[in-house]
C-alpha cells in the first residue's frame, strides 16, 4: 500500500471520528497507566470495571503503596494475569515516588524503566495523556495493518515502524486509537465485517467477506 491509499484510509477514519480516544476509565496520568497495565491481555470493559472502585481509594503512587499488594489483587482479581500486575504496579508506585516525585515520566526511557511498562504500553500513555504521535501496536492494529495492507509486519515492532512511515503525519496523533477500534468493531478476528466497512475499497485483503 501506498501513502496516498493510507491517506484515503485514515481521511474515512477521521471523517467518522474526529476525536477518538481509549475506551479506558481514567482522570489522571497515572490511573492510565495503572489501567494500561492491568489490560494486557484483558479487555478494557473488564479493568474499568475493576479500577471503579479501585481508583476511588488508590488514585496515587502514595495511595497505592499505602493499599499494598495485597490490597490491590483484592481489586483486579477478576483480572488475568492480577498476580504479576499487582506486583508491578506497586513496585511501579514506588519507583514513581523515588525517582519522579510521584509523577508519571513523559518520556519512553523514563516510562520503560518502570516495571510491568513495555514499548506497547509506553506508546499508550505517551500518545494518550502527552499528546506524543505514537503508534500503540496490540493485538486489534497487528491484525489491521496486516489485513488490509497497510503496514505488514511480522512483529508488532515492525507494525508500528511500518506504520510511522506510512500515516500521514497529520493523522498520526489519532493512528492508534482509530485502528484499535476498527479492530475491535469492525475489522475482528473470525468473522470481519467487511460489508458495512468504509475502508473495504481501499483494503488489500484478497479473502473479504460479504455483506454481512
Not at 511480522?154 to 486509537?177: F, N, S
Request: one cysteine or more.
Amino acid at each position: 500500500m501506498n501513502k496516498r491509499q493510507a491517506g484515503a484510509i485514515f481521511k474515512l477514519l477521521a471523517a467518522s471520528d474526529p476525536a477518538p480516544t481509549t475506551e479506558l476509565a481514567y482522570s489522571s496520568t497515572f490511573e492510565l497507566l495503572v489501567s494500561v497495565i492491568l489490560s494486557a491481555q484483558a479487555t478494557d470493559v473488564s479493568v474499568n470495571k475493576a479500577t471503579r472502585g479501585l481508583f476511588l481509594i488508590a488514585n496515587t503512587p502514595a495511595k497505592m503503596l499505602d493499599l499494598g499488594e495485597r490490597g490491590l489483587k483484592r481489586h483486579i482479581k477478576t483480572i488475568g494475569l492480577f498476580n504479576a500486575k499487582a506486583r508491578h504496579i506497586i513496585a511501579t508506585s514506588q519507583r514513581l515516588l523515588e525517582h519522579h516525585d510521584g509523577e508519571v515520566p513523559n518520556s519512553r526511557e523514563g516510562l520503560e524503566a518502570l516495571p510491568g511498562v513495555g514499548r506497547k504500553t509506553a506508546n499508550v500513555v505517551l500518545n494518550t495523556a502527552f499528546g506524543e504521535p505514537t503508534v500503540a501496536v496490540d493485538t486489534h492494529i497487528f491484525r489491521v495493518a496486516n489485513r488490509t495492507g497497510l503496514a505488514p509486519g511480522k512483529t508488532p515492532l515492525q507494525v508500528e515502524q511500518g506504520l510511522l512511515e506510512i500515516v500521514p503525519r497529520r493523522y498520526l496523533q489519532h493512528a492508534h486509537h482509530w485502528l484499535i477500534l476498527y479492530g475491535r468493531y469492525v475489522c475482528v478476528a473470525r468473522q470481519p465485517k467487511c460489508g458495512i466497512c468504509k475502508l473495504r475499497n481501499h483494503c488489500e485483503w484478497p479473502a473479504k467477506t460479504p455483506d454481512n
